[in-house]
């Protein structure tokens, strides 16, 4: 029991929030606001590459507040807050998860250079949550820094999209940096309708495995964490200025990680 | 046909999820668009791909407050444009023009 306790720690899926990773800025002179709710769960993990079972599943509600500010036609900022409620059999928690303050610069338009993409540069701040780490159902790392990512999309034509993102994290307190991957795809079926899937990685530099040589308790923040994502989502305009997102995602494969199911909901509006 | 028909249907709102469903910068956090701000992106795909390509009506001009306004108050100009692309071209104008 208390070896899967510990083996929690490191597969409670840390909730270092970002705020949207989407190439195209905000409305200049626009605030849009959001919440959301996402449930994940997961009775399985990669311990290094072995799969195996938990004891018990691993839930994590997390409520998320986010605001964006779009300052001109080329630069946006934004930021978002996170409360994670986090159980695992007898065990559970309840704490601000880490925030993250952001701006986002975009250095080419596609709709002035017909033949290019959109580029836009990101760079994020990350704030470490106040939960508790070294325990069994702690929430995150428990670590700050900052993140770096250069975000690509094309209208392929106006009801049809690609974009992705590829980026790269660092944080204190010995966790290793990880690069991302994200790509998506989108479409508009109808007026008020658009659907997206994508795929998405993450690949930590980190060399530490969960029971493997060197590895403590203690060190489950420096554990290398490798994860990929499939995902699939819907949006419908139920307003003129705002819209209900509904989003699954499922974790495939990784390394010292939960194998989880994703079911996120949000509400988007912009003023 | 197959682009014909996607061009009729889809174009009121664009794509509000887009990149949002990513789990951003890698981590677990599904974000989201409001309508308005993924109208606004399909205006500016509308505009740039329907009105002002390099065989299009108004390619190689300038799209100033000018012409937005006239964009708007004038039919004949957006007379090749399906209603549902005449809507986010309309919020993209007044939006990033005041108008």
């Excluded at chain 1, 250079?113 to 508790?132: C, E, F, K």
């Excluded at chain 1, 079911?263 to 003023?271: E, H, I, N, Q, T």
């Excluded at chain 2, 014909?4 to 990513?22: E, N, Y």
């Amino acid at each position: 029991m208390k070896k899967t306790l510990i083996v929690a720690i490191a597969l409670a899926m840390p909730a270092v929030a970002a705020a949207d990773g989407s190439p195209w800025l905000p409305i200049p002179g626009s605030a849009q606001v959001s919440i959301g709710y996402l449930q994940s769960s997961g009775d399985e993990y990669d311990a290094g590459t072995t799969r195996k079972m938990l004891s018990a599943k691993i839930e994590q509600g997390t409520f998320s507040l986010g605001l964006q500010l779009g300052l001109t036609d080329q630069f946006a900022i934004d930021t978002r807050f996170n409360y994670v409620d986090s159980k695992f059999g007898m065990a559970s928690e309840g704490a601000l998860s880490d925030t993250t303050i952001g701006a986002r610069w975009r250095v080419v338009d596609e709709f002035e250079h017909n033949s290019t993409p959109t580029v836009t540069l990101r760079a994020n701040a990350i704030l470490n949550g106040n939960y508790d780490t070294g325990r069994a159902d702690a929430i995150g790392d428990g670590g700050s820094g900052g993140e770096l990512s250069v975000l690509v999309g094309k209208y392929l034509m106006p009801a049809l999209t690609v974009n992705g993102e590829l980026g790269y994290r660092n944080r204190n307190k010995m966790i290793p940096s990880d690069f991302w991957g994200d790509i998506n795809v989108g479409y508009a079926v109808h007026s008020r309708v658009s659907l997206t899937a994508g795929y998405s990685m993450t690949r930590s530099q980190g060399d530490l495995d969960i029971g493997g040589p060197g590895f403590t308790p203690s060190r489950f923040p420096e554990t290398t964490e490798d994860r990929d994502v499939i995902k699939v989502g819907a949006s419908i305009a139920a307003m003129s200025n705002m819209s209900v997102n509904l989003n699954y995602g499922k974790v495939v494969s990784g390394r010292n990680s939960t194998l989880a199911d994703l079911f996120g909901v949000s509400l988007a509006a912009s003023f | 046909m197959t682009l014909r028909l996607i061009g009729k249907v889809g174009l009121a709102i664009a794509l509000p999820l887009l990149a949002s469903t990513a789990f951003a910068s890698g981590s677990d956090s599904f974000g989201g668009q409001s309508s308005e701000q993924a109208q606004y992106n399909t205006g500016k795909a509308v505009y740039a791909q329907k009105l002002a390509c390099p065989s299009c009506p108004l390619a190689g001009k300038t799209l100033d407050k000018m012409l937005a306004e006239q964009l708007l108050s004038d039919p004949s100009l957006t007379a090749k444009l399906a209603n549902d692309e005449r809507a986010p071209l309309a919020t993209y104008l007044r939006k990033r023009f005041k108008l």
